[in-house]
């Protein structure tokens, strides 16, 4: 085979062959290749929910607000806290992992196999933890009416107390004819029925006169318009038109729908690269512990996951700061 | 696989004796950023979100450039990112810092004159 190569003359030069580019390994380099497009995505997000923020900035939800719940800790409002607790697994997790790399650079397999263990136990309570968010926001907690134009009217007594639909809505004698197939067009499904009817709601809120309402318009000290009760009374009469109990993806009791949206999809889509993380680390953790890098000589394997973990937490920092901080 | 590690953070003022004592003192670093976001998320200091610079208040500011200072240490000490040639470091860092400020300025100016033409033009979004 010699004779037919020709030598190009630049055999042990920088573009000869045989050279690591930036002095990083294949697999390494393109790991870090995947982390700025998937970077440039995930701030493709957060630039939108910017702009949506901007948009409607004088009626937001505040984050304050909205994610308030502590698990075991029932109508305790705390909030911030179990977020930054999320936030404090998600980097203890990355210490781990680093120490992991570490561990595998001095070619202790004990050491990376238990440090991996941690790694995926802190991604697994991550996981665990955003799916309880997610099932408390989807829940809701006080309960709301929406307007015609979509805009969400919250329920305070006069003392500034929020008060939840259930304190105070009457129960109003009804019947509600189940929709089924035989009876019409088969595509047209019930809409969601909520635990009480507008009807009762408004029934409710008439009969209690400390009732009043607050719009998710801000007043000029920043805080939600809260109105007086002749002006509740008329909001609720002229523009109510649906209850609306926890979020979804078309209607959100603490505010503008947009926020619910951006919510599950920016949270979501972090939540989905933790659980491919999890897994891959899985995969990576079994890897060690039958002894495949031990055999290889080298446990770069663990460091190019480590290197998306890390960057997951990465984006969870940010996540952190724009959803809940700012 | 004989890596060496450049074990100085703080711009050199904090020299670490090994790499593992390197991993402690930059989670221990930021723990304590994380804790400070919290806690004035919580508090809320007056004189933090009574102040504008820039069409923002002063604590956002505040959370934006710890957010920053965290992602840092995350990038440059759990990634290795210290330990890589300056052209990698370049590559990734201004393509990222490049695309993602040119975005977000953009973005924010358009939502900032949506909200504008909602509020003082004849759009109404008031029933």
């Given at each position: 085979m010699d004779t037919t190569v020709a030598k190009t003359g630049t055999e042990g030069k920088t573009w000869g062959g045989g050279n690591r580019p930036l002095n990083a390994s294949y697999g390494k380099l393109m790991m870090w290749f995947f982390?700025?497009?998937?970077?440039?995505?995930?701030?493709?997000?957060i630039a939108a929910y910017g702009f949506s923020r901007f948009k409607f900035i004088d009626a937001w939800p505040i984050a304050d607000e909205v994610f308030t719940h502590v698990p075991f800790l029932h109508g305790v409002p705390a909030p911030m806290y179990y977020v930054a607790f999320m936030t404090f697994i998600l980097i203890f997790s990355s210490v781990t992992m680093v120490l992991a790399v570490d561990a595998g650079h001095k070619m202790q397999q004990r050491k990376v196999i238990w440090y991996m263990f941690f790694t995926i136990i802190g991604g697994a309570i991550f996981v665990g933890s955003q799916a309880w968010e997610w099932a408390t926001f989807i829940k809701g907690d006080y309960g709301?009416?929406?307007?015609?134009?979509?805009?969400?009217?919250?329920?305070?007594?006069?003392?500034?107390?929020?008060?939840?639909?259930?304190?105070?809505?009457?129960?109003?004698p009804t019947t509600r004819d189940i929709h089924v197939e035989q009876n019409g067009v088969w595509y047209e499904a019930e809409p969601t029925v909520t635990t009480y009817s507008y009807e009762e709601v408004k029934a409710g809120f008439l009969a209690n006169e400390n009732l009043l309402v607050r719009t998710q318009y801000y007043d000029d000290n920043g805080?939600?318009?809260?109105?007086?009760?002749?002006?509740?009374?008329?909001?609720?009469?002229?523009?109510?038109?649906?209850?609306?109990?926890?979020?979804?993806?078309?209607?959100?009791?603490?505010?503008?729908?947009?926020?619910?949206?951006?919510f599950f999809f920016i949270t979501g889509f972090h939540g989905f690269h933790v659980l491919t993380g999890v897994l891959i680390n899985i995969i990576i953790f079994f890897n060690v512990v039958i002894g495949t890098y031990e055999r290889r000589g080298s446990y770069e394997m663990v460091e190019k996951v480590g290197l998306y973990w890390h960057f997951v937490d990465l984006v969870w920092v940010f996540v952190f700061t724009f959803f809940y901080l700012v | 696989m004989a890596h060496e590690h450049k074990l100085a953070i703080f711009r050199g003022t904090l020299k670490f004796k090994s790499n593992i004592a390197k991993i402690w003192g930059v989670f221990v670093f930021?723990?304590?950023?994380?804790?400070?976001?919290?806690?004035?998320?919580?508090?809320?200091?007056?004189?933090?979100?009574?102040?504008?610079?820039?069409?923002?208040?002063?604590?956002?500011?505040?959370?934006?450039?710890?957010?920053?200072?965290?992602?840092?240490?995350?990038?440059?000490?759990?990634?290795?990112?210290?330990?890589?040639?300056s052209g990698l470091r370049r590559a990734v860092v201004w393509t990222g810092v490049f695309l993602i400020c040119y975005l977000i300025l953009i973005l924010l100016i358009e939502g900032d004159y949506i909200f504008e033409v909602y509020k003082n033009n004849f759009i109404k979004f008031d029933f």
């Open positions: 982390i700025v497009s998937d970077a440039l995505t995930f701030s493709g997000f709301a009416v929406e307007t015609k134009g979509g805009k969400i009217l919250q329920f305070l007594d006069t003392d500034g107390n929020r008060v939840a639909l259930a304190e105070f809505s009457e129960k109003l805080e939600p318009t809260v109105l007086t009760r002749e002006e509740s009374v008329a909001k609720i009469l002229n523009d109510g038109k649906l209850v609306v109990e926890g979020a979804n993806l078309r209607h959100n009791e603490y505010g503008h729908p947009l926020f619910a949206d951006f | 930021l723990s304590i950023v994380t804790i400070i976001e919290v806690a004035l998320g919580i508090i809320k200091p007056e004189f933090l979100t009574e102040t504008r610079f820039l069409a923002m208040k002063l604590l956002n500011w505040v959370f934006i450039i710890l957010t920053l200072v965290k992602a840092y240490y995350i990038t440059w000490d759990f990634m290795h990112m210290r330990d890589e040639k």
